[in-house]
């Protein structure tokens, strides 16, 4: 446990302004995201150190596609969460709290970065599995290290967090993948418990200190899958984020609270080519076909990146991430 980055005092209470919820919270109690408690008038991160998950896996997963494309990314995660999705995927982890899940091991930031260090093809750390934002502090006591040592730092988020905390953070971060659930505040209210306009402010912010970033839509079955809501949401990353903005569709699966049928891939395909009419990059994924995962150069139309499940093989870049027929840059510059 620490203490709390981002809250202030009030009689006996605290406000926790990390996230847009800025719960207020009384003695003894935790917020929204079940790991950020009041301890005697202060604000305590419950889940600092906390690890439910550590494991190297591929960038894809992430899912990152422009970002060094077919490297070894070390993972790590706690529990906990700033959402409630009914859809959630990885609830057992996120919907819940240090006292409740009974499998977390304490690790130093310090044991964290030899790790990611301990397997020569790993090039960085990725904090994921449950939100990163509730895990604020130890995700920075771990990265600012890690930069320093010459590891990427890479945040798998829904982009619920307040602007200040986020600009503290963003000069650690090297790469963003980032959940937009709909572009509908009714949707965010309904099925998150939350709000739209915060994480709409948090792309808007990566994209001004050029970051890079790519963006995933989990479509869900009659709830989400809405083809003029969809090409509302493409239009406003077309507009405020530009036509190279990185789509990814993700497919639905009944879990959690949620149980309708499992994305069609034939909804799928209608959206991919939807999106596809507007921006530059644009794959599919959670299905098993192999479609939409190859990346195209959008200028000369060469393929440069070919996927099959996690085999990735650029061999239409040069080392600079450039298409090999035309120069284009495809990927990061990171």
């Not at 847009?20 to 889940?47: A, D, T, Y």
């Not at 930069?147 to 307040?162: F, H, R």
């Not at 509302?232 to 077309?238: E, F, Q, Y």
Request: charged share 25%; net charge neutral.
């Amino acid at each position: 446990m620490k203490e709390a980055s981002y809250y202030i005092k009030q009689n006996g209470k605290v406000q926790c302004l990390l996230c847009p919820h800025k719960c207020i919270i009384s003695e003894g109690k935790r917020g929204s995201c079940r790991v950020r408690k009041n301890e005697n008038g202060q604000l305590i991160s419950e889940n600092y150190g906390q690890v439910c998950s550590l494991h190297f896996d591929p960038i894809e997963k992430k899912p990152l596609y422009h970002f060094f494309p077919g490297k070894t990314i070390f993972s790590v995660g706690s529990v906990g969460c700033n959402l409630h999705c009914k859809f959630c995927q990885n609830w057992e982890i996120s919907q819940t709290g240090v006292e409740e899940y009974p499998n977390l091991n304490y690790y130093t930031p310090e044991e964290i970065v030899n790790m990611a260090k301990e397997r020569k093809d790993n090039f960085g750390i990725a904090y994921t599995y449950n939100e990163p934002a509730v895990w604020y502090e130890f995700m920075l006591d771990i990265a600012k290290p890690a930069k320093l040592q010459g590891l990427k730092n890479v945040i798998v988020t829904n982009g619920y967090i307040n602007p200040e905390p986020l600009e503290e953070l963003i000069p650690y971060m090297d790469a963003f993948s980032i959940d937009l659930k709909a572009l509908s505040e009714d949707f965010y209210r309904k099925f998150t418990s939350s709000g739209l306009e915060p994480v709409l402010n948090t792309l808007k912010t990566i994209k001004k200190y050029g970051k890079h970033f790519e963006i995933t839509n989990l479509v869900i079955t009659d709830t989400n899958d809405n083809v003029k809501e969809f090409s509302r949401m493409v239009d406003w990353l077309t507009n405020e984020l530009g036509k190279d903005t990185v789509l990814h569709i993700s497919r639905y699966f009944p879990t959690y609270k949620m149980n309708k049928e499992a994305t069609s891939v034939s909804k799928l395909r209608q959206l991919f080519e939807i999106a596809s009419n507007k921006l530059n990059y644009v794959y599919i994924g959670n299905i098993r076909t192999g479609e939409g995962q190859n990346t195209f150069c959008h200028e000369c139309n060469h393929l440069v990146i070919n996927r099959v499940g996690y085999f990735t093989e650029a061999s239409g870049l040069d080392n600079t991430g450039k298409c090999i027929h035309c120069g284009k840059q495809i990927l990061s510059e990171s």
